[in-house]
């Protein structure tokens, strides 16, 4: 059984102080993206992992920490089911890369496994998927949404036309509980400089109670269908710590920025990026002169928004 997932890019992100539990609010725009992963289950004697594809070589895990597994027996100790499956992968999101990869494989796997075991509560599968990680329940879904809480409080979002991206990956990696943690830093570290809350305020992008607004801009531009209001209004919380820990991140937007793209934006924590083109064309120039810049390690083309998780013939 196999089913494919998508990963996203957050065309708005506002991240606020953490709570209690460590985990930061949200508010988030999610957009799936046309990088899909796609997850094959078959019944075995024991569990096992497998992957392939574009970015199978990046320490992806085998073990029970991988999503897809961590998917399964979810599932499993959820609905009773009792099997055993091998896993394959077929990667072609980049890994930790903050486009949720690993959330769209839990989605996929979990697609997969329902589908395998008869299973049909969609409640059930959004249940089980928010319990597995902040973005799995958007790789679930698809398509554009409205994002709160850890992320996965979702919210459908109106939204009109295709929109063309380039996506490149630097030559580093990025955890997204690291970059989280230097966020918090800087905003301290900001907050308590002499020159006060007025610079650190547009350094860390706007007051606590800015950081978690509704992202009105971003919503007029993608129900209005208008690429150029849509890469006006985008914006990433997590930027500047991104950057902060891999310093590659700011060259390669700034080559983006010249190459003429529309917008360029952080995907989630980093380091994908991801430049915002006029149309096709627009995007096969962009992916050509990207392709040749320093800290730029791998070009990809895709559109969105995706659809969510759903089983492959
Ligand atoms: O939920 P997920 O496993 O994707 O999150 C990975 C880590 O990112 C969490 O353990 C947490 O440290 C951080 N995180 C956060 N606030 C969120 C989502 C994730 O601090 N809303």
């Not at 059930?124 to 329940?137: K, Q, S």
């Not at 607004?213 to 150029?228: F, Q």
Request: aromatic share 4%; charged share 20%.
């Amino acid at each position: 059984m196999t089913a494919r997932a998508y990963g996203k890019i957050n065309l708005h992100l506002g991240v606020g102080d953490p709570g209690t539990d460590g985990y930061h609010p949200l508010v988030s725009v999610f957009a799936a993206l046309g990088c899909a992963e796609t997850v094959t289950l078959a019944l075995a004697a024991e569990d096992s992992v497998t992957v392939g594809g574009r970015y199978a070589e990046a320490g992806v895990p085998t073990n029970r920490t991988n999503l897809a597994l961590a998917a399964v027996r979810a599932f499993r100790e959820r609905t009773g089911w009792d099997a055993r499956v091998s896993i394959h992968i077929d990667k072609q999101v980049p890994v930790a890369g903050g486009m949720g990869g690993g959330s769209a494989d839990a989605a996929a796997a979990l697609r997969a496994a329902a589908a395998l075991a008869g299973f049909e509560d969609a409640t059930v599968l959004r249940e089980i998927a928010a319990t597995l990680g902040a973005d799995v329940p958007f790789a679930l879904r698809g398509g554009v949404a409205l994002g709160r809480g850890r992320g996965d409080e979702l919210t459908p979002v109106l939204a009109k036309g295709t929109q063309h991206w380039v996506l490149a990956t630097s030559t580093g990696s990025l955890s997204t509980p690291v970059v989280y943690r230097r966020l918090d830093e800087l905003r301290a570290e900001a907050a308590s400089t002499a020159q006060g809350a007025a610079e650190a305020a547009e350094v860390l992008s706007g007051t606590a109670q800015l950081r978690l607004a509704e992202p009105t801009a971003v919503l007029a531009a993608l129900a209005s269908g208008s690429t150029e209001l849509l890469a006006a209004a985008v914006h990433n919380d997590m930027t500047p710590a991104a950057v902060d820990l891999l310093p590659d991140v700011a060259h390669v937007m700034d080559q983006g920025r010249r190459a003429g793209a529309l917008a360029v934006l952080l995907s989630g924590s980093g380091p994908t990026v991801g430049f915002l083109a006029q149309n096709p064309t627009h995007s096969l120039e962009l992916a050509v002169l990207l392709e040749a810049s320093r800290g730029v390690r791998r070009v990809a083309r895709t559109t969105g928004p995706a659809r969510g998780a759903h089983l492959v013939e």
